[in-house]
């Protein structure tokens, strides 16, 4: 089990260096930098929801939070993006740290409405400040610049994006296979025992959430610069439920899982886009099927049907 | 000095009184149990002893250091470990990781260094593996090392809950009725398994139903009725003892 979980990371690679190649336009290469961008925010949020039980209805306000550090910062006050993106993580990072410990006092349906009451505080003070912000209108993002060079075409994110896509995964496999990882899916699977072996848990939760909240910030700040445009829809309710959504329909406790919900719930509304109207009800009812018949998720379902009998 | 001293400990759940003023003092390297019938406050008494609960009154010292109070990982970190009556293994996790994770306090834990794979974290881990797959072989799942927890049967996963308490590598290990639901023959082994461990230099202490295996392994037996103290003392003493009998076989029997 140890080894072969890394052989999709080789895979995901070779897609990866292969794909810029092989897409007909700039249309599909846009596609696949929002869903290398969804799938490192899923990634996250899996290591939160998947691997630790727990459960976060407001990612999309840490996402926010990148996203408006990377506008605002530059634009009114002149900062360097690089600062401004790091500004914006560390930000997200220090407010996951303060509300996490009362909040992961919390369980089940209670976790949830205090992390989404934590997403539309963090929305509502977006959308108030409009001085800063623009308000509900939104506001444009200044590019970024790495070393001296502007880093502004679709192909040129791309890289950045399927870079950090490489590293994330790496890094989340990394983790679960460790002592970290292992303590952090004890303590979902038995709260009590893992306890009892000597995890602090409350320490453990803490520091995952923020760990995630750190990386959707990060990538608010990438999705910001990359669109070059922000509004505070990108921080609300039902962003962050998106992004729950992609974690269940790819697979809870899977990092590939995380990807290829990504990459299908990124999709999904440019394919069903012929359903004119339509394409919500659609939208849902693929949805409901998935839940209905692959509860565990789309690759843990797969994962289990082809290695019928063998361990892991 | 007694390895753990209980003192007049109590706990009050709104009106039920589940463990009143029960003292008793537990020697370093005896096996020691405690018996008495259905809602006596045997789990609650380990409950309240490994952090879970934390008592209305009384005290408690490991070592003459007062404990009570201190939350489930402390406690693990003074090695104190426990079983669980009912069952509390990972089931998202393989097996021998069920084990593995007993070990957390002696490996390094930094997140950052997980998550660059460090070579020297993962030696220790992979020499951990060997360590737990050793583990699962002394408590006799020696087949399972390669198992998902989820597909193991209810006996086996009782002694995984050994396995894992082992990896501590603890002074004090609490075993909660780890032969319930067993057949005589798994009860047997279960028998043997705890002769094991009290043998490697652990204190035991066990609360058990089966009266065979109890009177079998104790050098002190404590019996609650009602969450209060019945009787104590070696296996002879407390099996002669009036109000033990009227206990178990009601006072008419």
């Not at chain 2, 000095?1 to 709104?14: A, N, Q, T």
């Not at chain 2, 021998?96 to 881990?125: Q, S, T």
């Not at chain 2, 006799?140 to 308490?165: F, T």
């Not at chain 2, 043998?199 to 404590?222: A, P």
Request: charged content about 15%; hydrophobic content about 50%.
């Amino acid at each position: 089990m140890n080894k072969r979980i890394y052989y999709g990371l080789y895979g995901l690679i070779v897609i990866l260096l292969v794909l810029p190649f092989v897409v007909p336009n700039n249309f599909y290469l846009d596609l696949a930098v929002r869903m290398a961008i969804n799938a490192i925010i899923v990634i996250g949020l899996n290591l939160l929801i998947g691997f630790a039980g727990q459960i976060s209805l407001g990612h999309a306000g840490f996402l926010g939070i990148g996203a408006y550090a990377s506008a605002v910062l530059p634009m009114h006050f002149g900062w360097h993006p690089v600062t401004a993106m790091l500004t914006g993580a560390l930000a997200s990072a220090l407010l996951a740290a303060l509300v996490a410990k009362p909040i992961f006092k919390l369980k089940g349906h209670y976790l949830a409405m205090a992390t989404l009451g934590l997403g539309i505080i963090i929305n509502i003070a977006l959308r108030n400040e409009a001085q800063w912000t623009g308000g509900p209108d939104g506001m444009p993002v200044l590019p970024m610049a790495l070393f001296g060079f502007e880093i502004g075409s679709d192909r040129q994110w791309y890289w950045v994006v399927a870079a950090l896509l490489v590293l994330t995964v790496w890094g989340s496999l990394n983790l679960i296979d460790s002592p970290f990882g292992r303590a952090l899916r004890a303590l979902h699977g038995s709260e009590v025992a893992s306890q009892v072996v000597g995890v602090n848990v409350a320490r453990y939760k803490v520091s995952i959430f923020v760990l995630s909240a750190f990386s959707a910030s990060i990538m608010g700040s990438i999705s910001a610069h990359y669109i070059g445009f922000i509004s505070p829809n990108f921080a609300d309710f039902f962003h962050s439920i998106e992004l729950v959504t992609m974690v269940v329909i790819g697979g809870m406790a899977s990092v590939y899982g995380s990807i290829v919900g990504a990459v299908l719930l990124t999709a999904l509304p440019q394919a069903l886009a012929t359903f004119e109207g339509w394409e919500t009800v659609a939208f849902g009812a693929i949805l409901m099927l998935c839940m209905i018949f692959m509860p565990r998720g789309l690759v843990p379902t797969l994962a289990a049907r082809f290695s019928k009998g063998d361990d892991k | 000095m007694s390895l753990l001293e209980v003192k007049d400990l109590s706990i009050h759940f709104g009106g039920v009184k589940a463990v009143q003023n029960v003292s008793f003092s537990i020697d370093s390297g005896i096996v020691y149990s405690v018996i008495g019938p259905n809602g006596a406050g045997k789990t609650t008494l380990f409950n309240l002893i490994t952090g879970v609960y934390t008592p209305t009154s009384g005290e408690i010292r490991l070592d003459g250091e007062i404990i009570q109070g201190k939350s489930p990982d402390e406690l693990a970190r003074r090695g104190m470990a426990r079983t669980f009556q009912n069952l509390q293994i990972c089931m998202n996790m393989s097996a021998i990781e069920n084990v593995m994770v007993g070990a957390h306090l002696r490996l390094d834990r930094n997140l950052f260094k997980a998550m660059l794979r460090l070579p020297a974290l993962k030696r220790r881990d992979e020499a951990l593996r060997e360590e737990a797959a050793g583990l699962m072989e002394f408590v006799g799942l020696g087949e399972y090392v390669g198992a998902r927890a989820d597909a193991m049967s209810y006996g086996a996963l009782k002694r995984l809950e050994i396995a894992r308490a082992l990896a501590m590598k603890p002074r004090l290990i609490f075993l909660d009725e780890p032969a319930a639901g067993l057949n005589p023959k798994e009860t047997q082994e279960v028998d043997h398994l705890v002769r094991k461990v009290a043998d490697s230099g652990i204190t035991v202490v066990l609360v058990e139903h089966d009266m065979k295996m109890v009177m079998n392994l104790s050098d002190r037996i404590l019996v609650l009725d009602y969450g209060r103290k019945l009787a104590e003392g070696t296996g002879q003493e407390v099996r002669g003892n009036p109000d033990v009998i009227a206990a178990y076989l009601g006072t008419h029997a």
